[in-house]
């Protein structure tokens, strides 16, 4: 079936709404949303893939580009045990062996696509690295478009539909071009939205605030892992740029000159430096680093340098300011739990993938960079996306026969007629996650302060409409309050230290909480642990 417009679609030019039917629906064209739009369509069925922005530009990926887990053979035995240990041992080998596994098939299928890939000393391609981000994407963008996958960009989800039974429907939002709304009733929907970086300008991640999590949840879906949300990316100071793999080879100094010893992990570093900042400036040079490896960072990141280029310093030669800029689930592991190897949620017809979805089942509580979430975004998105296809199938005549209703709350759908001022509770929100002495010097009273503040927020939000000209940061708000609250409940629970949560009250692993968190509930926030790993009660809270 072709997924260009359909016979039953209806369009009104006096409110611009557009209807659509397809089989699949998928909310997000990052690469975990195209992989799954373009896995649908090759099943054979109709795709509507709605992108905020642009597909094949907006985003973390198209904005910076990534390396990619790519792990030979010979090596992994040794990799994955590393991994283990660095995601405080809550991942699963199985996970990780058949992430690899996929990840291996779908970048050798983008060679065949044409990927420039660069080349290693021996002439080879280097499949670790995706750096050309806007490449990658608009090589995606082509695929899906080639195989039928209807793209509508600038066209964000507000709130998913659901039948009579509670399974998913659908979707409706806004078209911030054309105007007016649209609607896509469909059989199965992935939600490939992103994680939540609450607006804290990390480069191409201000599209990336939660909002995949805020429907899921209304829907009924439980979050996992949400504690391990609290990954700040280092920048220069006057940038967006969170690219972080060359600080390897940083030198950071205090403002009179002085060294900033740190040793040990990628996250007692930011530790170290974030304990600095908040005292006074830090500065960075990497005249360190090696001179074959200065030629080749700039081959392989020209973006990485954008920022010094701009404002004339050579990082090699001169230092420079720096800060550290939160990337939340982005960079963290936390998002809407799956429940088996297709990505399929709790909720029937839902799936999740890439950053919209926990990677704790291959990353335990550490990502780090792009390349285990970059591997995880193409395996995700084509396992959700062939899986969805097989849903819709079997459902039959019956996909789109169903009586559907919306059922988006905070923001855009209240009771009572009080008025919500979107811009001040995304301040608000952001008050509570971005300071690092709340959400990196992780304490008691500091989480549970944080949180009674953020429940008042989200019971301000939850009785409050938007005027139709703010619906999109109505929603973006609210979905950033609730990711808040499930991160800060979570993290009031694990009461331990462990890879990036870090709680200064209990500084040790606790070989008795070796066992991940779920949490939900947009009134009444709930946590306990998965009872796939542990078998444990209710933690109330």
Known sequence: MSANQSASEQESTAVSNLYLEADVLVIGGGPAGAWAAYKAAVGG?????????YCGSSGATASGGTTVWYVPPEQRETVLANREALGG??????????????????????????????????????????????????????????????????????????????AVAGATGIRRQAGGRWQVRAGAVVIASGGCAFLSKALGCNV?????????????????????????????AWSSVTKGAYYRWATFTYEDN???????????????????????????????????????????QHNFFLPFDRVGIDPFKQRFPITLRLEGTVRGTGGIQIID????????????????????????????????????????GYWAGEAAAKYVVSLGAKAHQRQVRAIGGAG???????????????????????????????????????????HSLWRETHHSVASDDEALSAREAAAMVATARWMYSTALARTESRSMHKHEDYPEQDPKQQYRLLSGGLDHVWVKPDRQIASKELIAL
């Open 341 to 380: 190897n297709s990505c399929a949620t709790s909720v029937p017809g839902l799936y999740a993938v890439g950053d919209a979805a926990t990677r704790e089942l291959v990353a335990g509580g550490a990502s780090g960079g792009g390349s285990i979430n970059a591997a995880w975004a193409m395996s995700s």
């Open 258 to 300: 002085t060294e900033i010893e740190s040793s040990g992990d990628f996250f007692e570093r930011r530790w170290v430096l974030a304990k600095a900042l908040l005292n006074q400036p830090v500065y960075c040079s990497l005249h360190k680093t090696p001179e074959q490896a200065q030629v080749w960072m700039r081959t392989i």
């Open 45 to 53: 069925v109709r795709v509507v893939l709605v992108d905020k922005g």
């Open 208 to 236: 990336l605030t939660g909002d995949g999590y805020l429907m899921a949840a209304e829907a009924g879906a439980a979050m996992s892992g949400m504690e391990f949300s609290n990954i700040y990316g280092i920048t220069p």
């Open 412 to 454: 855009i759908r209240s009771e009572s007629s009080q008025t919500i001022a979107p811009q001040e509770i995304i301040r608000a929100v952001q008050a509570e996650v971005i300071p690092y002495d709340r959400n990196l010097f992780r304490t008691e009273r500091g989480l549970s302060d944080s949180l009674e503040r953020l």
């Open 89 to 166: 041992f809550l991942s699963e080998r199985s996970w990780m062996e058949r992430v690899l596994d996929r990840t291996h098939a779908n970048l050798y299928e983008l060679g065949n696509w044409g990927y420039p890939f660069p080349s290693d000393e021996q002439g080879k391609p280097y499949y670790s690295s995706l750096q050309q981000g806007a490449e990658y994407m608009r090589l995606m963008r082509k695929q899906i478009k080639k195989v039928g996958v209807q793209i509508l960009d600038h066209c964000p989800a507000l709130e998913l539909l659901v039948d009579g039974e509670g």
